[in-house]
């Protein structure tokens, strides 16, 4: 469709840099209002349910939205990595779980941690470097042999996407979503700013997989994820003049932006800083995990999860319940198991 839009001086390519910046802006204000994170969803404390009440009202406009657009014929998610019928279960597995306790020990998952770092938090910005490192040693590093040694051990599927109608999956899926959500505390306004988070999952996924989709120099359909991105954002910081930016690029220094701005418009822009050495080497710890663990999963909770789930695939769903486990028995661990009544440990 891009070539029917009438840029002369613009590529594909390129759009897609300005466009992931855009989409990343609006995740990263809405994020920043609504304090969105799966990782407040499933620790104890006393938000819990309305923190998971906005993250499964924007996954469930996130599945509606992803699968209209599938039935209008826009896009397709038969090429789509998510949809290899060689599942590489112990890679999913052991990922999933080796970030679900990464972002336990940081306090917040990645996604959450980079709108942070627009808001000023110094520990933010050291997990979001740190893992960005990681995640790209691990992709194209000294940590990749790991990941091609556990993606080695797969199960043949016959389909990789959930059985029977996607449009019932899908009404299934958004239908418990929201009935818990409506149930959450909430007041109908944050809902209503966590569907604009969940629409922006639709938006990606058309907007390069349809819109900006050309022939001639072709991209790949993508949406909101923040491992692939992060890596591409710190290599193309530091290299600029040697590799170009990309949609992953864009999309988090959008993220950056649009938190920045909204931190600064309600008043929550603050410096923070390690309280301690040991809490220090907690956040390296988690943030390595976060690293290793959403490449060997396929996305964090936003790429394997919010982003992932709309396409019906097991292997996200296997990752999304991957990183639910480990974050839980992190959780659990860290608190005592024997503590009738833990106190909640705030989140970042």
């Not at 627009?118 to 050291?126: D, K």
């Not at 992953?248 to 309280?275: E, K, P």
Request: charged residues 10%; positive net charge.
């Amino acid at each position: 469709m891009f070539e029917t839009l009438g840029f002369e001086t613009l590529t594909a390519p390129q759009a897609a840099i300005w466009f992931a910046l855009g989409l990343g802006v609006l995740f990263g204000a809405l994020a920043q209002v609504t304090r969105f994170c799966l990782r407040r969803a499933i620790v104890a404390g006393e938000d819990r349910r309305q923190a998971a009440g906005v993250w499964l009202t924007a996954l469930a406009v996130a599945v509606l939205g992803t699968q209209f657009a599938v039935a209008q014929g826009w896009i397709a998610f038969g090429d789509h990595r998510f949809m290899a019928t060689d599942l590489p279960v112990l890679a999913i597995v052991t990922g999933g779980v080796m970030f679900g306790i990464g972002m336990v020990l940081t306090r917040g998952c990645i996604s959450r941690l980079t709108v942070l770092s627009g808001a000023g938090n110094l520990r933010a910005i050291t997990v979001l470097l740190v893992f960005a490192l990681t995640a790209h040693a691990a992709l194209k590093g000294v940590l990749a042999p790991i990941r091609t040694a556990l993606a080695g051990h797969t199960v043949s599927l016959d389909s990789a996407a959930l059985p029977g109608a996607p449009a019932i999956w899908a009404g299934l899926i958004a239908v418990a979503a929201l009935a818990y959500a409506l149930r959450s505390g909430n007041r109908p306004g944050m809902l209503v700013l966590a569907g604009l988070i969940g629409a922006l999952v639709p938006i990606g996924y058309v907007g390069t997989g349809f819109v900006l989709y050309d022939d001639f120099d072709p991209i790949a359909m993508q949406s909101l994820s923040f491992t692939a991105p992060a890596a591409d954002g710190l290599f193309y910081a530091v290299a600029s003049t040697a590799v170009g930016a990309n949609f992953g690029a864009g999309l988090i220094g959008g993220v950056l932006i649009g938190a920045l701005l909204a931190a600064l418009l309600t008043g929550r822009f603050a410096w923070q800083s390690f309280d301690s050495p040991r809490q220090t080497g907690r956040y390296f710890a988690g943030a390595a995990l976060m690293g290793l663990g959403g490449v060997l999963a396929g996305g964090c909770t936003v790429g394997a999860g919010l982003a992932g789930v709309p396409t019906l695939s097991l292997a996200a769903l296997l990752a999304l319940a991957s990183i639910i486990g480990g974050g839980m028995v992190a959780d659990r661990v860290l608190r005592g198991a024997h503590q009738p009544k833990p106190q909640a440990m705030p989140a970042e």
